[in-house]
């Protein structure tokens, strides 16, 4: 009895049955139906951002043409009414005025207008000032200042100019506490940067993930958690893919512009120098 026993135990298991060929062939058509679909998905999601983008960018351009089409205006108007009727310099002074002002309006086009540019507006009219040949000219210099203000008070409500005093109370307005919870907090860290920058044009899955960042199970799971909670990105249904939300997309945006900015400050401090080293100068 034992002797058949350990026969039974030892007996080779059956082979399994082959797959059948249409089945097999059903499989990989679904295979390729579903990565078409995705495909096509992200060529759509790709291609609506940009075509998104393009009518956000045409519209401002419109925008910004006819507000600077109504400042040109008023600068004509403005001269023409209230600087001083009779006086030899009138017309220099004018054109020197017109040709200031416009260039300073025509700073309404850019994106974000550098306070370095406007400020040097206003010390060339202040040095305009000072060689001011007669007392009755404070009457011209008074119009084009309050044309002036009155330029960088509407790049002020357009927010794409804001100088450091502008700016005091926003930032004294800063909590702290929530700055770091809802924004800093949740991209301070490199995999869930990552994480975040991927998704900002596509929808990405688990396994997407899992290759960017290295992670695998719990430890992805919870540095996706984190950008859920904090609402940078949503899962489009459960066990499906994920998306960047409308605060994920404009807190990357905001770090994107902060680092180009950075780039291009006077201050920053070459990799590998230290502060109080000269710099070689190259011609």
């Known amino acids: 009895m034992k002797d058949s026993a350990r026969k039974k135990e030892k007996l080779p298991e059956s082979p399994a049955a082959p797959e059948d060929p249409e089945m097999a062939e059903i499989k990989a058509?679904?295979?390729?139906?579903?990565?078409?679909?995705?495909?096509?998905?992200?060529?759509?999601?790709?291609?609506?951002?940009?075509?998104f983008e393009t009518a956000l960018e045409c519209s401002r351009k419109e925008y910004s043409n006819a507000i600077l089409s109504h400042l040109y205006e008023d600068i004509e108007t403005g001269l023409e009414k209230n600087m001083v009727k009779k006086c030899p310099e009138k017309?220099?002074?004018?054109?020197?005025?017109?040709?200031?002002?416009?260039?300073?309006?025509?700073?309404?086009?850019?994106?974000?207008?550098?306070?370095?540019?406007?400020?040097?507006?206003?010390?060339?009219?202040?040095?305009?000032?000072?060689r001011a040949p007669y007392n009755k000219c404070e009457q011209c210099f008074s119009e084009v200042s309050t044309l002036f203000t009155k330029q960088v008070n509407l790049m002020r409500s357009m927010r794409i100019y804001a100088d450091n005093q502008g700016q005091k109370p926003d930032i004294l307005a800063l909590e702290p506490g929530i700055l770091m919870r809802e924004i800093l907090e949740p991209v301070s860290n490199p995999q869930r940067l990552e994480i975040l920058?991927?998704?900002?044009?596509?929808?990405k899955s688990f396994s997407a993930f899992s290759e960017i960042t290295g992670l695998?199970?719990?430890?992805?799971?919870?540095?996706?958690?984190?950008?859920?909670?904090?609402?940078?990105?949503?899962?489009?249904?459960?066990?499906?893919?994920?998306?960047?939300?409308?605060?994920?997309?404009?807190?990357?945006?905001?770090?994107n512009e902060l680092y180009s900015s950075l780039q291009c400050s006077p201050l920053q401090i070459p990799a590998g120098k230290k502060t109080g080293e000269k710099e070689e100068i190259r011609i």
């Open 29 to 51: 058509i679904r295979e390729k139906l579903c990565d078409m679909h995705s495909d096509i998905k992200k060529v759509m999601e790709y291609s609506n951002r940009l075509r």
């Open 91 to 130: 017309e220099n002074c004018r054109s020197a005025f017109s040709a200031l002002l416009q260039r300073n309006a025509g700073l309404i086009k850019q994106g974000r207008v550098d306070e370095d540019l406007v400020s040097g507006n206003r010390e060339k009219l202040q040095e305009m000032r000072c």
């Open 197 to 203: 920058r991927a998704v900002a044009f596509e929808t």
């Open 216 to 255: 695998r199970g719990g430890n992805l799971l919870f540095h996706l958690q984190k950008l859920m909670d904090s609402g940078l990105i949503m899962q489009q249904h459960e066990r499906g893919d994920y998306m960047i939300t409308e605060k994920g997309f404009k807190i990357l945006q905001s770090l």
